[in-house]
């Protein structure tokens, strides 16, 4: 087993080089359709599978093309780790969406209209003693 430090710097280097693959490496026309960022990268304690986290940009059938290219892609994108990453076993590589940036526009949405629904907070010191005079 490797240790956790040397589990997050690989991790952050397969970051990096999947994250220049997407730039100028991989080919395939369904990549292209939305636009791809890698978000995150988690590699089991033994290093052996890495879970790819991207984030794509574009409607929903972009993101199915776009996911379609990378999971048809993962062989060359192994390879490519292979020899740019000098470890003894190249880990398995497997794509996911990651929804998170989404979610969290949604939730910051909500908060937003939130609060422009609620009254205002600020009456003052008058309007508040008559309130609670009453």
Do not use: C, W
Not at 67 to 81: D, F, I
Not at 96 to 101: G, M, Q, Y
Not at 105 to 119: C, G, H, S
């Amino acid at each position: 087993m490797a240790t956790s430090r040397r589990v997050s710097r690989v991790a952050e280097l397969i970051k990096r080089e999947v994250s220049q693959m997407l730039l100028n490496g991989i080919k395939d026309d369904r990549v292209g359709t939305g636009i791809v960022s890698v978000t995150d990268v988690d590699v089991s304690g033994d290093l052996q599978h890495a879970k790819i986290y991207v984030s794509i940009y574009g409607t929903d059938e972009a993101k199915k093309e776009t996911m379609a290219g990378l999971k048809s892609a993962t062989g060359y994108v192994r390879s490519e780790l292979g020899a740019r990453m000098h470890l003894r076993r190249t880990p398995e590589v497997v794509f996911v969406e990651d929804r998170s940036i989404e979610r969290g526009n949604k939730v910051l949405t909500l908060l937003n209209k939130l609060q422009q629904e609620r009254p205002p907070e600020n009456l003052d010191q008058e309007q508040e003693d008559s309130l609670s005079n009453s």
